[in-house]
């Protein structure tokens, strides 16, 4: 666990590294064309941080995202899989049936995939907070895999919502229908909102796996100028700045 945690408004914000590495060649592009409107060097590589972050506040234990999953998880065809999750709770001193919730920031099988293990919910006491507009569209292995086995865990979310004391949701679409934020105090989880540095430098820059990509850049927009500090999940660095 190499990066430093931080408390804001109360709240213990802890980032777990679930993974680094290179997107797999399944779904991999040049970066110009992953990220329309850029430009980068022609040797330039983008090399993935798989970042998950643990909140702590009023006794109660937050997991936000639960990353790429084992080596029979939706994301293993193009993330480096297996994640390592489980030894980054252990770590901070956290047992799996020790959180009382998990935040879904999307169902993408990067973000989401570490909810089952061995075809059952990793977290069996956490409630699970998605956005029905998610639920909604999630279809195929991640849906099968993932959405079915926590199903009884569910707890659907409309729109934006104060789950705890001091940490609320956002719901920011474009990335998917039913992305959200996480908010503690100034500080925004930002989920797969932003992708890669450049979109801070010109949030206008869009992603090639948007669903809808202006949708994308207003939510990227309206995140930008709420937070003071942002929590990525695929920078080298979990906090920014």
């Not at 970066?31 to 972050?53: I, K, N, Q, R, T």
């Not at 797969?192 to 948007?210: E, G, N, R, S």
């Not at 669903?211 to 906090?239: G, N, Y």
């Amino acid at each position: 666990m190499p990066h430093e945690s931080r408390i804001v408004a109360d709240v213990e914000i802890i980032p777990l590294c679930d993974a680094v590495g290179p997107m797999g060649a399944e779904i991999r592009k040049p970066l110009p064309e992953m990220f329309p409107g850029s430009s980068f060097p022609d040797d330039a590589e983008w090399v993935l941080h798989f970042h998950c972050y643990l909140l702590r506040a009023a006794g109660r234990t937050v997991l936000v995202d639960t990353g790429i999953g084992g080596t029979d998880s939706p994301a293993a065809s193009w993330a480096p899989v297996p994640g390592r999750i489980g030894g980054e709770l252990a770590a901070v001193g956290v047992e799996p049936a020790d959180v009382d919730a998990v935040v879904l920031t999307h169902l993408h099988s990067d973000h989401a995939s570490g909810c089952v293990t061995g075809g059952v919910p990793a977290f069996p006491n956490a409630r699970h907070l998605i956005q029905r507009a998610e639920l909604d569209w999630v279809s195929g292995q991640t849906r099968e895999q993932v959405v079915a086995p926590i199903e009884d865990l569910i707890e659907v979310v409309d729109g934006d919502a104060e789950v705890f004391p001091g940490i609320r949701l956002l719901h920011t679409p474009g990335h998917t229908p039913g992305h959200q934020c996480v908010e503690v105090g100034d500080l925004v989880i930002s989920g797969d909102v932003l992708h890669h540095p450049v979109q801070l430098a010109d949030p206008t820059i869009t992603y090639v796996y948007d669903t809808d990509p202006a949708e994308a850049v207003r939510s990227r927009m309206a995140i930008l100028a709420r937070a003071a500090v942002l929590a990525p999940a695929h920078f080298a660095e979990p906090f920014s700045p």
